[in-house]
């Protein structure tokens, strides 16, 4: 079947009528940009109507548009704008050339979907710049070369604010944040967040770390500014981890990942402070990566052991106890030192696993020794914060048939800063079973006195740094008087920790202390030592001597 | 009535870091104070004032949406730091009805020129709770008022 001729079968002013009514807006200019014609959509879409012969320009000056489009001709027969009418709405204008050398106008309203478009560009709850968009316009800055600082910032305590007061303060909260970095940023930083609570300010242009540093400075100052939201005081902080470009690296991933090792680093160091990336951090952070994965492996592999020290009663003279101490054989590594793994595995929370096994494994020991005397066993801040923890100690006791008087739990303060309440309600109960419970490294960090009215510890541990400060300083000996002068004053026994010699035995002896550890009096041995060190007192250096331990 | 028009109010001390002598620190506090009034009484928040050995004291009062967003704006401002907020909690009655921000004691300059005078204040960050320094800004109001 033949095509359907294209010339025009109708008469002229048919053609007109459907174009007037024609659903799409059309505007008719003649060769030198009048606007000859206007049908009612674009009439309607403009929002007002154009005065004859008026130019095109005028019309859409007159209607308050902004923008403009250049009439098509032989070299460019179509051509396209972008304009925003008065009323916001974004619309798209395509004109063709006519054979008369007019143009016929097309106009599409695409508000809807250039909002859309910004919306994906941007975090709903705050407004800023999100991830998509930022990585977009790192990734534009350096294909051009230009020199920039990306600032990574992390709230501190946002997750706890969240917890305690609900997410819709948070959400609130966040917005607030936002805000006064808004007031941080230049014009021409783009202002991110990430998601949770973490955010990114990029700063374009070129910036001497001084210049970097007073905006830092100015983020962790105002961010950790108290917020008066919803009838609350809400005190929050900010770490931040800076990079810079080219410096540090030239590719979008790298940087990001500089700026969130600096970012680590600034949070490790304490909070509410910032650092720039370093080479080095990057190294560290494999390293810390690697015993992560060992770490990992370890429990399953058998690598942890349990090594024993005495605890020594100075009026007796007698053992009395052991403290349980971790110890971390690798087949690649060998011994590693709690330093380097016990802030992995906190930081990880491995510890929660270990912890346990530690726990089963010292109260299986004990259970086995000839004598009934203690076992201390640590336990960590994270530890507090996992639920089973009263149902773990009360199994570890059962199956290893260990008298729950036998078990000291030792605690830093650091595990009672947070949920004070609820740590204390837990301990009590354990107290109420018979387990005991002894302050550890007391006198260091806060040392605040309110903890030891709220709970009865049975022990306090004296710092091992104080006994070994004792011949030089005397405020270190006073220390550990007015600690031994507490303790019995409140019927809590007192352990010097640390006692290498003679010399701080007698110190600590003269200070009031009952309770001495250090290697002095017995240095860590196996479990099987242990046991023996109760059956055959005299053979300890013996035994020593023969583990090298 | 709705929770967030219960009457608040809301007491903080701060440290000045206006640079510059005592006029240049009294040309910026009339600033605030004019900024100040015009701000509050369109919130319906009122309040006082002062500064003495190189702090601010200042209470807000009003409800609690208008007095959170006015402190909101002061903690964002660079002029002061180290913000300490003393108190923010409900109130039956405005301890300075008639002021949309007034100010209390002597200027800086003034106290300059007088030598001391600011002293008498008896304000002192350090030790302050915010029961004194509403007393401390309630009393120099009254004398104010005379
Ligand atoms: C110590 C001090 C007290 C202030 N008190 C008020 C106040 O009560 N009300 C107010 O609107 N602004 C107060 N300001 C000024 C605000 O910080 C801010 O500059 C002002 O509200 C103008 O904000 P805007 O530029 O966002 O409108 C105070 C500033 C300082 C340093």
């Known amino acids: 079947m033949p095509m359907p001729d294209p010339e025009p079968v109708v008469q002229p002013d048919a053609y007109l009528a459907a174009l007037l009514e024609l659903a799409t807006p059309v505007l008719l200019a003649d060769a030198s940009g009048r606007v000859e014609f206007a049908n009612r959509e674009a009439t309607a879409l403009l929002g007002c109507t154009a005065a004859p012969a008026m130019a095109l320009d005028g019309l859409f000056a007159s209607c308050g548009i902004q923008g403009r489009i250049a009439l098509p001709d032989a070299a460019a027969p179509q051509r396209f704008a972008q304009m925003r009418l008065s009323d916001g709405r974004i619309v798209n204008v395509e004109a063709r050339l006519l054979p008369d050398g007019g143009a016929a106008l097309t106009l599409a309203d695409v508000s809807a979907f250039v909002r859309e478009a910004e919306r994906a560009r941007r975090d709903p709850l705050t407004g800023l710049a999100n991830r998509v968009t930022l990585h977009a316009t790192l990734g534009r800055l350096l294909q051009a070369d230009e020199p920039l600082t990306v600032l990574s910032i992390d709230l501190d305590r946002f997750k706890s604010v969240n917890d305690t007061l609900g997410h819709p303060i948070g959400d609130t909260l966040l917005r607030k944040v936002a805000e006064r970095l808004g007031t941080v940023a230049a014009d021409g930083d783009v202002v991110a967040r990430l998601g949770g609570d973490e955010f990114t300010i990029l700063k374009p242009g070129q910036f001497s770390q001084q210049e970097i540093k007073t905006t830092a400075k100015r983020v962790v100052d105002l961010v950790g500014r108290t917020y008066a939201l919803e009838g609350h005081m809400i005190h929050i902080g900010a770490s931040v981890g800076i990079t810079q470009a080219p410096q540090d690296g030239t590719d979008n991933d790298v940087l990001m990942k500089n700026a969130d090792l600096a970012l680590y680093r600034s949070k490790a160091e304490g909070r509410g402070r910032f650092r720039f990336f370093e080479q080095e951090m990057d190294e560290q952070m494999q390293a810390r990566r690697a015993i992560e994965l060992d770490l990992r492996r370890a429990l399953a592999l058998k690598e942890f052991e349990l090594a024993y020290q005495p605890q020594v009663d100075l009026a007796t003279q007698d053992v009395v106890g052991f403290e349980a101490l971790l110890r971390w054989r690798n087949a690649a590594r060998g011994l590693v030192s709690p330093a380097e793994f016990i802030p992995v595995a906190e930081e990880t929370g491995l510890i929660v696993a270990i912890g346990e096994w530690v726990l089963r494994t010292a109260c299986r020991d004990a259970a086995s020794w000839p004598e009934p005397i203690s076992v201390g066993v640590n336990l960590s801040p994270l530890q507090f914060r996992s639920p089973t923890l009263a149902q773990t100690v009360l199994s570890a006791l059962a199956n290893s048939g260990l008298a729950p008087e036998r078990l000291e739990l030792e605690i830093t303060e650091n595990a009672l800063i947070e949920d004070t309440d609820a740590v204390i309600a837990l301990l009590n109960r354990l107290r109420d079973v018979g387990v005991r419970v002894s302050m550890d490294d007391f006198g260091t960090g806060y040392s605040s006195l309110a903890y030891l009215q709220k709970f009865p510890f049975d022990r306090l541990k004296i710092d091992q740094s104080f006994v070994r400060g004792m011949g030089e300083n005397p405020e270190a000996g006073a220390i550990v008087r007015a600690v031994a002068a507490l303790g019995a004053s409140l019927g809590m026994k007192t352990t010097a920790e640390g006692v290498e010699t003679e010399e701080q035995l007698a110190a600590i002896r003269l200070e009031g202390c009952t309770h001495v550890q250090g290697y002095f009096t017995g240095r860590p041995m196996a479990a099987a030592d242990a046991s023996a060190l109760l059956t055959q007192p005299r053979r300890v250096a013996e035994i020593i001597e023969e583990e090298g331990l | ?146």
């Open chain 2, 1 to 146: 009535m709705n929770e967030t028009e219960i009457l608040h109010r809301l007491v903080y001390y701060s440290r000045n870091e206006v640079e510059g002598g005592a006029d240049a620190l009294d040309a910026v506090i009339d600033q605030i104070l004019a900024v100040s009034q015009r701000n509050n009484t369109e919130a319906d928040v009122t309040g006082a004032l002062l500064f003495n050995t190189g702090c601010f004291g200042q209470a807000l009062e009003g409800p609690r949406r208008a007095v959170e967003a006015t402190f909101e704006r002061i903690q964002r401002d660079t002029r002061h730091s180290d913000v300490t907020l003393l108190a923010f909690e409900t109130t039956t009655t405005r301890a300075f009805p008639n002021w949309s921000m007034g100010y209390v004691g002597a200027k800086p300059a003034d106290a300059d020129r007088f030598g001391g005078i600011a002293q008498t204040s008896g304000f002192d960050p350090s030790r302050m709770t915010a029961d004194r320094l509403l007393q401390t800004l309630h009393g120099l109001a009254m004398e104010e008022e005379g």
